[in-house]
Nanobody
Framework: QVQLVESGGGLVQPGGSLRLSCTAS????????MKWYRQNPGKQRELVAA???????NYADSVKGRFTISRDNAKNTVYLQMNSLKPEDTAVYYC?????????WGQGTQVTVSS
């Protein structure tokens, strides 16, 4: 059974940093594209960042220069380093992977940016 488990969310002041982790079990994702999304109530889920097996990455314009996605294939874990956080980054963050026709999601981790 495939599971993605996110961790690392919390409450942080504007300008602060957090590092999210997503660990996969039941699957080896070394060749898969791994993604981070975020969502607020009543809004569509937004793609934040994605990383390929080679380590190349893409980012939403809203987080470029502030967020960094990385992966450790040996640990089956993908990370999202978030710096210079803004109140508008507040959301539930989810990691995602697609294998064949099946999409896998974690349960999400809440990030709240507030003073």
């Amino acid at each position: 059974q495939v599971q993605l488990v996110e961790s690392g969310g919390g409450l942080v002041q504007p300008g602060g940093s957090l590092r999210l982790s997503c660990t996969a079990s039941g699957i080896i994702f070394s060749s898969d594209i791994m993604k981070w999304y975020r969502q607020n109530p009543g809004k569509q889920r937004e793609l934040v960042a994605a990383t390929r097996s080679s380590g190349t990455a893409n980012y939403a314009d809203s987080v470029k220069g502030r967020f960094t996605i990385s992966r450790d294939n040996a640990k089956n874990t993908v990370y999202l380093q978030m710096n210079s956080l803004k109140p508008e980054d507040t959301a539930v963050y989810y990691c995602n992977m697609i294998r064949g026709l099946i999409g896998y999601w974690g349960q999400g981790t809440q990030v709240t940016v507030s003073s």
